[in-house]
């Protein structure tokens, strides 16, 4: 069974109306009168994070993609439950966990610990409380919408090569994401579809057309990079930046700054126009898992 | 760092009034007017499976035990997040997880994949509703309830050891435990305390007599085992049974079947007397994580 066989077969099983699937998206629950919005990220060392990266990173990095993943759906954190299989640097990881809670006001409210391995894997459960209903989903893009970045991309793939060809440029845009959880609430009663960008700007508008049986037409030169022009190929398909990408009626006026970066037409042949046409059958777009 | 000072500094940053800590309890939250019971428990392939054994099993574990968490508070399940680490056998992962999900009438919510290593490891969130309030917790047992025990332990010892050893013996109870989720729906309105056996019935007695600030006199002859008498001593001290362990007042009539095993007592120099006397200093009562 291969990947994607695999992650269908799960859909399958997610029958739950709340259950968004799986990768991308999070899960939304019904409880008392409020929606909880839930996310589950893994990290294993050798794939989502370099060789030797501080402990104290990982634990930010971890913690703020799950928060991340909250913004997007306007959601403020109630708290989060960790995974963590135990080895070197552990006292870093705590620093860093300690750090990035603070930094959000998140409280940590349990998890498991198990013994470690030559390569560990985390997981973070974050629990969120929707401010807005319906909660933003990506599927609400209608045609005559913009389509929005919250900000440029790029500084993560530049801290990432800083930090794995040790050139002692600036890394923290790689190890210490922020996650945009004030814009997400902002944002949310306005927008008509919203998400995080964590796989690429090109891959997730693409997901986003399709969950909402539109195409998306980028004009690829207007979405804001910060890397020089001739890598704006390369960073429109890294993710790792998570702003938020969002769609709104053409005419309303933005409650957070955001640059325009295309158009929702009616579905057509294809989801996703760059610049007016198709992206090419094998361009990735982005990271696939 | 080592393990038990790295749970302490977890245990120091989850400040949350929910957060009841690592390894051993569920976390609670209030959300509009319920009470929502959190557990994460993690799995590690060669340290909490053996090799080789079928996915389909290890995916019914991940789920049961964490239910099993949720049945010691009462709770009913309202949902589950998966992470899972790719690789060999993941058909049957599925299948398994398809099995546990339709016994227990429990939602997929979501989650997330990662490719896989050598060896894997596995993190489930389960999410419930608490169905009585205050929910059962360790810490209320009072001088002169009985403490009780729902069922026989050591099926699960029994099966570890047909399925390390290649026996044929049957290996139902250690690869397939069944929360008990019925039974602490009913018994958490009348309880004082309660919590699943997940570490040897000894170990987390002597946890709850801690918790609760008082000691424990157990009749070891009167707990109920499914071994022959002379295993007792080890069956008394192994997990994976996921009985559940409560106290109750003395006069009265428990609502399901149980086995009274001991006295709850003032707290005297002792949490933990084992017909009267104190266990050994270097006796390990279970497994310890």
């Known amino acids: 069974m291969n990947e994607s066989a695999f992650i269908e077969a799960?859909?399958?099983?997610?029958?739950?109306?709340g259950a968004r699937g799986f990768e991308d998206d999070c899960a939304a629950i019904e409880i008392g009168g409020e929606t909880l919005v839930l996310t589950h990220d893994m990290m294993v060392e050798g794939v989502h994070v370099l060789p030797g990266q501080d402990p104290a990173d990982i634990a930010w990095k971890l913690v703020a993609v799950n928060l991340s993943d909250l913004a997007?759906?306007?959601?403020?954190?109630?708290?989060?439950?960790?995974?963590?299989?135990?080895?070197?640097?552990d006292a870093r990881f705590v620093d860093g966990l300690r750090e990035v809670l603070e930094t959000y006001h998140v409280p940590l409210l349990g998890g498991d610990t198990v013994r470690g391995d030559a390569r560990r894997a985390w997981g973070l459960t974050a629990i969120g409380r929707a401010t807005h209903r319906p909660v933003p989903s990506r599927t609400g893009a209608r045609?005559?919408?913009?389509?929005?970045?919250?900000?440029?991309?790029?500084?993560?793939?530049?801290?990432?090569?800083?930090?794995?060809?040790?050139?002692?440029?600036?890394?923290?845009?790689?190890?210490?994401?922020?996650?945009?959880?004030a814009e997400g609430r902002t944002l949310a009663p306005v927008v008509t579809a919203m998400m995080g960008v964590s796989d690429g700007v090109l891959l997730d508008a693409r997901r986003m057309a399709l969950a909402s049986?539109?195409?998306?037409?980028?004009?690829?030169?207007?979405?804001?990079?910060?890397?020089?022009?001739?890598?704006?190929?390369?960073?429109?398909r890294w993710g790792d930046d998570y702003q938020l990408l969002f769609t709104a009626p053409a005419a309303l006026a933005l409650p957070v700054a955001a640059h325009a970066i295309g158009t929702v037409l009616a579905l057509g042949d294809a989801p996703l126009l760059l610049d007016g046409a198709p992206p090419a059958p094998d361009d990735p777009l982005g990271y696939q898992h």
Chains 1, 2 share one sequence.
Do not use: N
């Open 10 to 17: 799960l859909k399958a099983l997610a029958a739950h109306p």
């Open 72 to 89: 997007a759906k306007g959601a403020e954190p109630v708290g989060v439950l960790l995974g963590h299989m135990l080895g070197d640097g």
């Open 143 to 181: 045609p005559g919408d913009t389509v929005y970045l919250t900000g440029a991309l790029g500084a993560a793939l530049a801290g990432f090569e800083a930090l794995r060809d040790g050139t002692g440029g600036d890394s923290t845009a790689y190890r210490r994401p922020r996650p945009l959880l």
């Open 213 to 236: 049986s539109a195409t998306f037409a980028l004009d690829t030169a207007a979405i804001p990079i910060a890397l020089p022009e001739h890598r704006r190929a390369d960073t429109l």
